[in-house]
């Protein structure tokens, strides 16, 4: 089955202690962006990348980082989260062949509470 | 960063009723997406348009390119209960450099459709 698959789906955890959140597709997409969603403000894009080793930073950059060794992994890491950074974060992958003309395939989400 | 203003933010409505919502930018965009979030899922693309003036649909959903490429519209007709959940728009510029891969999502309008 085709899918991109988030782990954990659920962490509470506390300020400061580092964390990372997987994210791997099994469809050989080219494409991985991961977005956060807050109430009011919708889905704001945080890091995608291109391909293997190619990686940019989306709208909210600030206080991630990823990366992209392997085409089906592309793990969020938070170095030193902060309560600002508790979120409902979604990966989501695609094809691409040189335009956004294949719909991106989301995660079920990761719900991240920092205290 | 770039943001979307999306209206209206939610709506209240009867089953069997017309749905309309729109989207719009300060800049342009190259790409207009539409995107309904089930609760507790992740976003999932509903109609992708690419040329101004566009008009596509999909079902008892239209979606329509502006032909300014600085909003969009998406219509639903003779609404069903499980057409409930939020709805996103999201747009991309095909511009060159590093900025090619990003997508900017509106702030979502949420659907409550009343039996």
């Known amino acids: 089955e085709a899918q991109v698959t988030q782990n954990p789906r659920y962490l509470i955890t506390v300020t400061g202690k580092k964390l990372t959140v997987t994210c791997s597709q099994n469809?050989?997409?080219?494409?991985m962006s991961w977005y956060r969603q807050d109430p009011g403000l919708g889905l704001r894009q945080i890091y995608y990348s291109m391909n293997v080793e190619v990686t940019d930073k989306g709208d909210v950059p600030e206080g991630y980082k990823v990366s992209r060794k392997e085409k089906r992994n592309f793990p969020l890491i938070l170095e030193s989260p902060s309560p600002n950074q508790t979120s409902l974060y979604f990966c989501a992958s695609s094809l691409w062949g040189g335009d956004l003309n294949q719909p991106q395939h989301f995660g079920d989400g990761t719900r991240l509470s920092i205290l | 960063g770039q943001q979307l203003n999306q209206s209206p933010q939610s709506m209240f409505i009867q089953e069997g009723e017309d749905v309309s919502m729109n989207c719009t930018s300060s800049?342009?965009?190259?790409?207009w997406l539409w995107y309904k979030q089930d609760p507790g899922e992740g976003p999932v693309l509903l109609i992708a348009l690419y040329k101004a003036g566009e008009l596509t649909s999909n079902g008892r959903l239209t979606a329509q390119f502006g032909i300014t490429r600085k909003d969009s519209f998406l219509n639903i007709s003779a609404s069903i209960p499980s057409d409930v959940g939020i709805y996103f728009c999201?747009?991309?510029?095909?511009?060159?450099?590093?900025?090619?891969?990003?997508?900017?999502f509106g702030q979502g309008t949420i659907l409550t459709v009343h039996p």
């Open positions: 469809m050989n997409h080219e494409y």
């Open positions: 800049s342009i965009f190259n790409t």
């Open positions: 999201a747009g991309q510029r095909r511009s060159g450099g590093t900025s090619y891969g990003k997508l900017t």
